[in-house]
């Protein structure tokens, strides 16, 4: 007996010389038959038969056929949609799955598989063994073009046979005698497969992205007058990318580099990040196969567990009731202070009715604070109670309301900067309101009996941004405030900055809800 090591392996060798009589461990504890499948990788070489081009790339089995087809790509220069073969047999292309694995698609170790645009794919495959014919066994064309670059069928040697045939049209001097004219079916073959953008009016950026691989195609939708929401949604979801397409000025080859760069770099850190988790599960698999007690490999499973856990609710929550995952738009209504508007924030959860001093002085109430009631407010946290005005007449849907306040100091410790008056359960009780979540609406009865009053609740466009709305907003600013937040988050993470772990939590937090 003897022993190897084959990646980092230790194989012990017994007399017999078949691969069958291989032992693969890691300790004396266990021993199986070493298979070509349990090597943490695959060798493949990939070959682009029209240029012949040709590269090797090795890719763990965990690696989906998407991510083959990405590094493809890449390592042959090769833009817009591919079809990978083994010989005649399809690999990968735009209607196979993706998402499968390498095994799963059929891809093993040491295969030699050609990669094709799509617009280059002929009608059959050579199975020799450079997987394409032999340039000495090319015939030389000459116009009109032949099938394998067209598509069509090869009508050249019908044709050269032919000379015999009448000529009796006058079309017939160009196409061999035959009533039809060749050449020009073979141009509207070729024009007719030339690829397009998919799209149709309305479309978003999803099925946009999803319907057009091909940079190109993409790169055309974005700069067409007829999607200008295409590039407003990017701007949004990532502006970036946004900002790096614009500055290619409408040239689509351009725009499509920056395109084909930015996936490229995307599907390199996905598939760097699955390949290390893979790894490590497989250490884990390992140790506890050797050590069923190993805690630290009995943790990882637990913690593995607990997170498939989560995440089968948080898929059975966004099936069931995905509002829940909105923001909460707090109840606010409109109402006017001696004919001055003011937004008054309900809510059912205050003890009493709050004003800040600045929006008191602002409606001129401020001369009305009784100090006597001056003192400290205790809560979430603390804030000063500059006094009471007892009585002040709020005007909603036309009816009068009269309402005591307490003011608080808006410069100590008011909590919420941006809240002006907050209308709290104190006066709910004492108008005997009713917040109706179904009709959106706060519900005031009047005296007499009858429906009451109804004051709607306002919506989103109608609040300025400090007050969860939109009113206001500016999408340009607020990008760039997020710009300059990521920047500084990607320095300190590459350690070109020092701060401490509070400061660089907070920066990721505040982009995290910025977006």
């Known amino acids: ?293 190993d805690m630290e490999a009995n943790a990882y499973f637990a913690e593995k567990i607990r997170k498939e856990n989560v995440q089968r609710q948080y898929e059975q929550m966004m099936e069931g009731y995905p509002e829940a995952m909105g923001r909460v738009l707090m109840l606010y209504i409109n109402c006017t202070v001696k004919e001055k508007p003011l937004q008054v924030f309900v809510d059912s959860g205050a003890q009493s009715t709050i004003m800040s001093s600045a929006c008191a002085e602002r409606l001129g109430l401020l001369h009305l604070v009784d100090d006597r009631f001056e003192g400290t407010a205790v809560g979430v946290g603390t804030g000063k109670i500059l006094g009471k005005i007892h009585m002040v007449d709020l005007t909603i849907g036309g009816y009068d309301f009269p309402c005591s306040i307490t003011v608080m100091d808006s410069k100590e410790g008011l909590g919420d900067k941006n809240m002006d008056c907050l209308f709290g359960l104190d006066m709910l009780k004492r108008h005997r309101c009713c917040i109706d979540l179904g009709r959106n609406v706060l519900k005031f009865p009047l005296a007499g009996g009858g429906a009451g009053m109804e004051a709607e609740f306002l919506h989103e466009k109608d609040l300025p941004v400090e007050k969860g709305g939109t009113l206001g907003f500016d999408a340009e600013r607020e990008n760039a405030e997020f710009e300059a937040r990521w920047e500084k988050y990607e320095k300190e993470e590459s350690g070109g900055e020092k701060s401490n772990d509070g400061d660089k939590k907070s920066d990721k937090d505040n982009m995290d809800e910025s977006k």
């Open 1 to 293: 007996m003897r022993e190897i090591y084959y990646y980092g392996l230790r194989l012990t060798v017994r007399s017999a010389v078949s691969r069958s009589d291989l032992d693969l461990s890691r300790s004396d504890l266990i021993t199986f038959p070493f298979s070509p499948t349990m090597a943490d990788e695959i060798n493949i070489t990939l070959f682009h038969p029209p240029t012949s081009r040709t590269d090797a790339i090795s890719l763990p089995f965990s690696a989906t056929l998407s991510d083959l087809a990405s590094f493809a790509s890449a390592l042959l220069d090769l833009d817009g949609e591919i079809v990978i073969r083994r010989d005649t047999t399809v690999i990968f292309s735009q209607h196979t799955g993706g998402t499968k694995t390498l095994q799963a698609g059929g891809v093993r170790n040491g295969d030699f598989l050609m990669v094709w645009r799509l617009t280059e794919v002929p009608a059959t495959t050579n199975n020799n063994s450079s997987g394409a014919s032999s340039p000495a066994r090319q015939r030389p064309r000459t116009n009109p073009p032949s099938a394998a670059a067209t598509g069509g069928l090869d009508f050249s040697s019908l044709l050269a046979a032919n000379t015999h045939a009448p000529t009796n049209a006058a079309t017939s001097s160009n196409n061999g005698g035959l009533s039809f004219n060749i050449p020009a079916l073979l141009a509207a073959n070729a024009a007719s497969s030339t690829p397009q953008p998919v799209e149709w009016d309305g479309m978003n950026l999803d099925d946009a992205i999803q319907r057009n691989p091909n940079p190109l195609h993409l790169m055309t939708l974005f700069t067409s007058p007829r999607h200008p929401n295409l590039l407003k949604e990017l701007n949004y979801h990532n502006p970036q990318v946004y900002k790096r397409l614009l500055s290619a000025k409408g040239d689509i080859p351009s725009m499509a580099n920056i395109w084909r760069e930015t996936m490229m770099k995307s599907t390199t850190a996905r598939f760097l990040q699955r390949h290390g988790e893979q790894s490590r599960e497989t250490e884990m698999r390992t140790r506890l196969s050797n050590n069923p007690h």
